[in-house]
């Protein structure tokens, strides 16, 4: 089981920033790849920002160049620097991790969520 504690959410301007933080515990070294997700209302879940075990990083189109996915293996925590905010930024943003089990019959894959923190974009 992997736990994920997310902090950081607030309000903030437009053209400002925020950074979310994602700590996790529990079978940490079972995790492969971890990512943020967002939904705002009446949308969908769509991932934000990926970071592969690799330490490889990819990014929806829409936040490409203003948001920074990092993780710190010291503290067992994932972060989201987001720069240059808009309106459209506004959403539940939750944190993700994959772990990878393998056994005789093959290997498997579980996710896990975090509880989310809202991030709120206005004047």
């Known amino acids: 089981q992997v736990y994920l504690v997310e902090s950081g959410g607030g309000s903030v301007q437009p053209g400002g920033s925020l950074k979310l933080s994602c700590a996790a515990s529990?079978?940490?070294?079972?995790?492969?790849?971890m990512a943020w997700y967002r939904q705002a209302p009446g949308k969908r879940r769509d991932l934000v920002a990926l970071?592969?075990?690799?330490?490889?990083?990819d990014y929806a189109a829409s936040v490409k160049g203003r948001f920074t996915i990092s993780r710190d293996n010291a503290k067992n925590t994932v972060y989201l620097q987001m720069n240059s905010l808009n309106s459209e930024d506004t959403a539940v943003y939750y944190c993700?991790?994959?772990?990878?089990?393998?056994?005789?019959?093959?290997?498997?894959?579980?996710?896990?969520w975090g509880q989310g923190t809202q991030v709120t974009v206005s004047p």
């Open positions: 993700y991790s994959r772990t990878s089990t393998s056994m005789a019959t093959g290997t498997y894959f579980t996710d896990y």
């Open positions: 529990g079978s940490i070294s079972s995790i492969t790849n």
């Open positions: 970071i592969h075990s690799s330490g490889t990083r």
